[in-house]
Nanobody, 127 residues
Framework: QVQLVESGGGLVQAGGSLRLSCAASGRTFSSYAMGWFRQAPGKEREFVARITYNGGRTWYADSVKGRFTISRDNAKNTVYLQMNSLKPEDTAVYYC????????????????????WGQGTQVTVSS
């Protein structure tokens, strides 16, 4: 069992930056691929970014490519999402998720592939 706790959300003006963190419990964090998703009001949860178990490969949604960076520190059991050049359309609740089944596969964007989810952190970007 893995518990995930996100932090770092908040209110920021368009063009600003935020860094989200996701702290994981348990000793198997380094064996999981990790992902970030987001859900805006009235919309389905959508893929944002993914990183393989060792941080060797990353994958991004087209909407955030070049602006967001996913990274991880396995010694700290933490995955990060650095968000730059934020836009109002980035406003959403952001969730981190862990995938224990395909840790070395980078292109996995569907929510059903992830085993564990955090509670989410709100990101609001004002125009």
């Amino acid at each position: 069992q893995v518990q995930l706790v996100e932090s770092g959300g908040g209110l920021v003006q368009a063009g600003g930056s935020l860094r989200l963190s996701c702290a994981a419990s348990g000793r198997t964090f380094s064996s999981y691929a990790m992902g970030w998703f987001r859900q805006a009001p009235g919309k389905e949860r959508e893929f944002v970014a993914r990183i393989t178990y060792n941080g060797g490969r990353t994958w991004y949604a087209d909407s955030v490519k070049g602006r967001f960076t996913i990274s991880r520190d396995n010694a700290k059991n933490t995955v990060y999402l650095q968000m730059n050049s934020l836009k109002p359309e980035d406003t959403a609740v952001y969730y981190c998720a862990a995938d224990s089944t395909y840790p070395s596969i980078v292109v996995l964007t569907t929510t059903g592939r992830y085993d564990y989810w955090g509670q989410g952190t709100q990101v609001t970007v004002s125009s």
